[in-house]
């Protein structure tokens, strides 16, 4: 069913123009706040910003915050093993870029 | 519908322990999570393995399961459980979230759901009481053109979204919307459409819609962030003498100029043809050497003398 038959809908790039609070992000990825004060504690998220209430969240962390709530409730990870995973993770990606940067390297 | 066989899912036996049965389903819930795989079918496997566990890690949807299951073998027409197949066993469904997908929910097989019923999916946000309460924020992830990137595109998407009727009971009901993808969108990056997720309760507004982008698997094209490969094929000679061959890139060709003696394995950069954005991304040609082949006495004759003109030549040294 579409609601919105004849209107196309837009909406901002989060990366690029969108910076949330911490309320903002625990809303949108579904994690109680004591959750994400901890994976800031473990260096899983980097918000600028002096105490939580001013902490700015690029929009970036929305994919990494989902992926950490994910990975903790399928695989039930404790917080620096999240850490340990998502780095990992990360690494992974920069050789898989690597990888595909060269001649028929797969994707 | 088609039987299927749990202890194959987890690869145990029958008589596994329950022990033995949660090792398993560890291992393989590692193993294909869909934020650590890459394989294509991870996401699928994961959601077989989390329906396997589902059923066998509990005693009394264990035994129900065998008891019934006993004569059939995975992949065989299953005709529905007999009447009564399910007496004296008290299913204790697990009411928290589990399982990778959109919501969060369990997202079972209809073989799973004739048996075990619908998994009770909480609508959250709606119950607790609420007088008013926000729309809570839906995700999905949406497939688009490399092309769309560099264009911008107007997408037309359908999802499934669980609603509640006037019962209360959850339903999935199709959604179809029409989406502005703007130019310069990566994979791994998400759009933002506010007010499309669920609804609010007592006059609050909805949520919003959260959209992630990936590429469709390119024939010709590889995207790293913002950058684009491509694998540029040249005859020996136009990799010897030089050349200036045509590029296709997603915005359509361009002249390149290849310097003489280019080896293959070599990185031309197209500055800025790559993903469009105020900080553009780079194109990269990456060259390979084609070889004609010696299928004619006139080839044969040329690559003889190709080998004559090089009597020191030695690729091996």
């Given at each position: 069913m579409n609601q919105h038959p004849s209107s196309v809908l837009a909406g901002p790039v989060v990366e690029e123009e969108v910076h949330l609070t911490l309320i903002e992000l625990c809303r949108v990825c579904r994690v109680p706040e004591e959750q994400v004060l901890d994976w800031v504690g473990e260096g899983v998220l980097e918000p600028t910003g002096g105490s939580p209430a001013e902490w700015r969240f690029a929009g970036a962390a929305l994919r990494r915050t989902r992926q950490a709530t994910r990975l903790a409730r399928d695989l039930e990870i404790n917080t620096s093993g999240i850490a340990l995973a998502l780095d990992l993770l990360d690494e992974i990606e920069a050789l898989r870029a690597q990888l595909r940067r060269v001649a028929g390297g797969g994707r | 519908m088609k039987f299927k066989d749990y202890y194959e899912t987890l690869g145990?036996?029958?008589?596994?322990?329950q022990d033995e049965i949660k090792k398993a389903y560890r291992k393989l819930a590692r193993k294909y999570h869909p934020d650590v795989?890459?394989?294509?079918d991870a996401e699928a496997r994961f959601k077989e393995v989390n329906e396997a566990n589902e059923v066998l890690q509990d005693p009394e949807k264990r035994a129900a399961y065998d008891q019934m299951g006993a004569n059939y073998r995975a992949g065989q027409e299953f005709q529905g459980?007999?009447?009564?197949?399910?007496?004296g066993f008290e299913f204790r469904g697990r009411g928290d979230e589990r399982g990778f997908g959109t919501a969060g929910d369990?997202?079972?097989?209809e073989f799973f759901e004739t048996l075990f019923?619908?998994?009770?999916?909480q609508a959250r946000?709606?119950?607790?009481?609420?007088h008013r309460a926000s729309g809570e924020d839906h995700h999905a992830k949406v497939l688009i053109d490399l092309e769309d990137a560099y264009r911008g595109a107007q997408r037309s998407i359908s999802l499934r979204m669980p609603v509640l009727d006037a019962q209360g009971h959850v339903t999935l009901e199709e959604r179809r919307l029409d989406v502005n993808i703007p130019k310069g969108i990566r994979a791994g990056q998400h759009l933002r459409l506010a007010g499309q997720g669920g609804p609010g309760v007592g006059g609050a507004p909805a949520g919003d819609l959260f959209l992630e982008i990936d590429f469709n698997p390119h024939p010709r094209y590889r995207v790293d962030g913002r950058d684009v490969y491509l694998d540029l094929p040249l005859a020996p000679w136009e990799a010897a003498l030089g050349a200036t061959v045509s590029v296709p890139t997603p915005a359509g060709s361009v002249e390149l100029t290849v310097p003489p003696g280019s080896s293959a394995g070599r990185k031309l950069r197209l500055r800025?043809?790559?993903?469009?954005?105020?900080?553009p991304g780079d194109l990269y040609a990456v060259l390979a050497i084609a070889l004609p082949p010696a299928d004619s006495a006139t080839a044969r004759e040329a690559y003889a003398a190709f080998g004559r003109a090089f009597p020191s030549f030695d690729p091996r040294r």
């Open positions: - | 145990v036996e029958r008589a596994a322990s795989s890459k394989l294509p459980p007999p009447p009564g197949w399910d007496a369990f997202d079972a097989s019923g619908r998994h009770a999916r946000g709606q119950a607790r009481g609420a800025g043809k790559g993903i469009p954005s105020a900080q």
